[in-house]
């Protein structure tokens, strides 16, 4: 059945009562039969059709991630939709493109968030948090999970176990200050780690990386004898993999979605099935592409046994639950 819409939080309301509303997240969470309700949430409801996979009996979970991005990237260098520049000029325009993540990506989306019910995972660079710390603050006060994803635009694969460790003691740091939660999970740059990177990430007391495609369900790994959880990112419904193709319009997304949907949410009649979904600030935040993500969203919520959850509480179930895949 449909999911119920959420009270939207007008966004000029917002910033003067963000503090408030950031202390009293904790207070604000329940469960119900074992799935998070976060605030503005509509609790879930019981399905015809119940499935012993997933909480509530749900036949298919959605996960939607929304990288947070815009003011980490470097000032010259950074990859977008326009032909390569000598590093040696300015990119102006270039600069404008991440910009436009920030001032008007992340807000339409969250509009669209609580227009439609949905809470989400927001994968934030540690250095776009610190030059927006006000937009952090209202994501997860809106209800939604902070997670780690790097303190700098720069690829964890190459940096040294001490550098590496280093950079996610200060994403944790700059997380918490702006928003009073830390992070729990962790997407790398292009999902490329180090050897060094789940173990640093399970002594940090991170729960869960997604940075694995080998799977449509959540997994649990052993890391250092203790599990750690994986849950699967997706290339197939990314934004930032398909934008620059000129076929692939808003409409052809919003057909794309449709179609991975139709297929797992049938297989999800017979076994654990997990949709991943992954935005971009300055791309899926666009007019076009949110009207394709709301028709998505309309059209998944119109079928019995589907869940949006966010990655953190996807990861507590999978850890928590029996039989669950080894990754």
Do not use: C
Not at 75 to 99: C, H, I, N, V
Not at 254 to 280: C, N, Q, W
Request: a positive charge; hydrophobic letters at 40%; aromatic letters at 8%.
């Amino acid at each position: 059945m449909p999911t119920a819409r959420a009270p939207r939080i007008p966004r000029r309301h917002f910033l003067g009562s963000a503090a408030v509303l950031t202390a009293a997240l904790p207070l604000a969470a329940a469960t119900a039969g074992g799935a998070t309700v976060h605030p503005g949430q509509a609790r879930p409801q019981a399905r015809a059709g119940r499935t012993r996979f997933w909480p509530d009996g749900a036949q298919l979970v959605i996960s939607v991630s929304m990288q947070f991005e815009a003011g980490a990237q470097p000032e010259r260098g950074a990859s977008g939709p326009f032909p390569p520049l000598d590093p040696k000029y300015p990119d102006y325009p270039l600069q404008s493109w991440y910009t436009y993540g920030v001032r008007e990506g992340i807000p339409r989306l969250l509009d669209l968030w609580d227009r439609t019910g949905i809470k989400v995972t927001s994968h934030m660079v540690g250095q776009a948090v610190e030059r927006h710390p006000e937009l952090a603050r209202e994501i997860v006060a809106r209800g939604h999970e902070a997670s780690g994803h790097g303190q700098t635009w720069e690829p964890q694969y190459s940096m040294s176990a001490e550098t590496e460790r280093a950079s996610y003691v200060q994403s944790i740091d700059t997380i918490q200050r702006a928003t009073g939660t830390r992070p729990l999970g962790f997407n790398a740059f292009w999902m490329r780690g180090s050897p060094d990177t789940l173990p640093i990430l399970q002594s940090l007391g991170f729960l869960y990386h997604i940075d694995d495609l080998s799977r449509d369900e959540p997994s649990v790994l052993q890391v250092g004898g203790k599990p750690f959880a994986v849950v699967p990112y997706t290339v197939r419904n990314n934004d930032i993999v398909r934008f620059d193709s000129p076929s692939t319009t808003a409409e052809d997304m919003l057909g794309e979605l449709k179609a991975e949907f139709d297929v797992l949410y049938a297989e999800g009649a017979r076994r654990r099935r997990m949709m991943s979904i992954s935005t971009h600030d300055r791309i899926s935040g666009s007019p076009a592409r949110v009207r394709a993500l709301e028709a998505f969203i309309r059209y998944a919520q119109g079928h019995a046994g589907v869940t949006f959850m966010r990655k953190d509480d996807i990861a507590r179930f999978a850890l928590g639950a029996s039989g669950m895949p080894a990754a």
